[in-house]
């Protein structure tokens, strides 16, 4: 496609106004979300001090996300998508809101704290299987690709500023960050209140083989199984965000501003890789590739857990992200060619639980591994796990190892 074909490609999905609001309010609701993030896990290590409560958010976000994501899904692809999104911006602007009254009221304690995440994690296992399901009903066939790939930049970019922004407004007090995220989330809503598409119900029974058929579906095709589960343990054991308010604080000594760059570094790697892979798409070898950068983000995480210099850790952070990319394009693409639309909501649940486990679960790992060898020791028997994850799945998962292309396979 020549510069002019993709000029006019972009100008025609920019003309779709139910996509533009809908890609609008998703971008606010995830700075919120990331803004929120940060604020809290800061302040947990502020009224606590315990590696083991920042990883108790973690799980305590992910134990009800993992309870309700297949029913959600379920929900999702027989009800209207944009009302269930919007729907879960309402719950977390209230979350937010009863966080800044709890810092105004001087109630703000360990219990409030976990009691949100729980909040938060309900939330966003209906959102995040609606958000998934809901942007091939808001342009042509013929557009979605390229509304595939500005969701993904877009909301890589919210990553970035999120963080940051969340570090830099908690220097003023952490009911300033709740505040604004509160905002956030509310125009996230007003603007999903207005995405129009044309809503046609699946007739989905309800029953449990209906609910777990997402489940199915993804066990029967080993390649996206392979895909999914490779990120989930890559992440899990790898992950070290609930330990970076103790690397800004106590090892890097940074502050908050230094917290929500550590942050952001991985998303700053994930969107110069999506940018990359955008002129340079992967064509050739995808399963491999996907191992190869798998070790890559496992190596990334020794060096980070090993360096005492910001810089590096800057670094280490942002390769990981650019590795960890490469297996989120690959596991959506094969997601979204190998699945029915009918289907849509039920495969994205499935996804979210892997998304879920591998960031709120990693987190709780993070958080008790710490707590047993010191955070450097966490991060680094983490960095090296993945690292065998990656060469074991090259012999549980030949399916995946042995993918060419990114086609519907036969």
């Given at each position: 496609?020549?510069?002019?074909?993709?000029?006019?490609?972009?100008?025609?999905?920019?003309?779709?106004?139910?996509?533009?609001?809908?890609?609008?309010?998703?971008l606010?609701?995830?700075?919120?979300?990331?803004?929120?993030?940060?604020?809290?896990?800061?302040?947990?290590?502020?009224?606590?001090?315990?590696?083991?409560?920042?990883?108790?958010?973690g799980?305590?976000?992910?134990?009800?996300?993992l309870?309700?994501?297949?029913?959600?899904?379920?929900?999702?692809?027989?009800?209207?998508?944009?009302?269930?999104?919007?729907?879960?911006?309402?719950?977390?602007?209230?979350?937010?809101?009863?966080?800044?009254?709890?810092?105004?009221?001087q109630f703000?304690?360990?219990e409030?704290?976990?009691?949100?995440?729980?909040i938060?994690?309900?939330?966003?296992?209906?959102?995040?299987?609606?958000?998934?399901?809901i942007?091939?009903?808001?342009?042509?066939?013929?557009?979605?690709?390229?509304?595939i790939?500005?969701?993904?930049?877009?909301?890589?970019a919210?990553?970035?500023?999120?963080?940051?922004?969340?570090?830099?407004?908690?220097?003023?007090?952490?009911?300033?960050?709740?505040?604004?995220?509160?905002?956030?989330?509310?125009?996230?809503?007003?603007?999903?209140?207005f995405?129009?598409y044309t809503?046609?119900?699946?007739?989905?029974?309800?029953?449990?083989?209906s609910?777990?058929?997402?489940?199915?579906?993804?066990?029967?095709h080993k390649?996206?199984?392979?895909?999914?589960?490779?990120?989930?343990f890559?992440?899990?054991?790898?992950?070290?965000?609930?330990?970076?308010?103790i690397y800004a604080?106590?090892?890097?000594?940074v502050?908050?501003?230094?917290?929500?760059?550590?942050?952001?570094?991985?998303?700053?790697?994930?969107?110069?890789m999506?940018?990359?892979?955008?002129?340079?798409?992967?064509?050739r070898?995808v399963?491999?590739?996907?191992?190869?950068?798998?070790?890559?983000?496992?190596?990334?995480m020794?060096?980070?857990g090993?360096?005492?210099?910001?810089?590096?850790?800057?670094?280490?952070?942002?390769?990981?992200?650019a590795a960890?990319?490469?297996?989120?394009?690959?596991?959506?693409?094969l997601?979204?060619?190998?699945?029915?639309?009918?289907?849509?909501?039920?495969?994205a649940?499935?996804?979210?639980?892997f998304?879920g486990?591998s960031?709120?679960?990693?987190?709780?790992?993070?958080?008790?591994?710490?707590a047993?060898?010191?955070?450097?020791?966490?991060v680094?028997?983490?960095?090296?796990?993945?690292?065998?994850?990656?060469?074991?799945?090259i012999?549980?998962?030949?399916?995946?190892?042995?993918?060419?292309?990114?086609?519907?396979?036969?």
């Amino acid at each position: 496609m020549d510069t002019n074909q993709l000029a006019s490609s972009f100008a025609k999905l920019l003309e779709q106004r139910p996509f533009v609001r809908f890609w609008l309010a998703r971008l606010f609701g995830t700075v919120a979300n990331q803004m929120l993030m940060v604020a809290l896990a800061w302040q947990m290590y502020d009224v606590t001090g315990s590696a083991w409560d920042l990883g108790l958010v973690g799980l305590f976000q992910f134990a009800p996300q993992l309870a309700m994501t297949l029913p959600a899904g379920h929900v999702v692809d027989r009800l209207h998508r944009g009302s269930i999104f919007a729907a879960c911006m309402v719950a977390q602007s209230l979350a937010a809101m009863l966080l800044w009254f709890a810092i105004s009221g001087q109630f703000a304690t360990r219990e409030l704290i976990l009691g949100v995440s729980v909040i938060f994690g309900v939330a966003r296992a209906f959102q995040l299987p609606a958000q998934q399901a809901i942007t091939p009903l808001l342009v042509p066939q013929f557009l979605l690709v390229r509304a595939i790939a500005l969701s993904t930049s877009s909301v890589q970019a919210a990553v970035i500023c999120g963080p940051a922004l969340g570090g830099v407004l908690y220097t003023f007090g952490p009911e300033v960050v709740y505040a604004s995220g509160a905002v956030l989330l509310l125009l996230a809503f007003v603007l999903t209140l207005f995405v129009r598409y044309t809503h046609v119900p699946t007739h989905v029974a309800n029953t449990l083989r209906s609910i777990f058929a997402g489940v199915s579906f993804v066990w029967a095709h080993k390649a996206l199984l392979g895909a999914m589960s490779l990120d989930l343990f890559a992440v899990l054991l790898g992950g070290a965000t609930a330990l970076l308010p103790i690397y800004a604080r106590d090892i890097l000594q940074v502050g908050p501003v230094g917290l929500g760059l550590l942050r952001a570094a991985p998303a700053v790697g994930a969107l110069l890789m999506s940018l990359a892979l955008t002129r340079w798409p992967l064509q050739r070898k995808v399963g491999l590739r996907m191992l190869s950068c798998v070790a890559v983000f496992g190596v990334c995480m020794v060096v980070f857990g090993l360096s005492t210099n910001f810089v590096v850790s800057l670094a280490a952070l942002a390769i990981s992200g650019a590795a960890d990319n490469v297996g989120v394009v690959i596991r959506l693409t094969l997601m979204q060619l190998e699945t029915p639309d009918e289907m849509r909501g039920r495969v994205a649940a499935v996804n979210t639980i892997f998304i879920g486990a591998s960031n709120q679960l990693g987190e709780f790992e993070s958080g008790a591994t710490a707590a047993l060898f010191g955070p450097v020791g966490s991060v680094v028997l983490g960095g090296v796990g993945t690292l065998l994850v990656a060469v074991g799945w090259i012999w549980l998962f030949p399916a995946l190892s042995k993918r060419d292309r990114m086609v519907r396979s036969s």
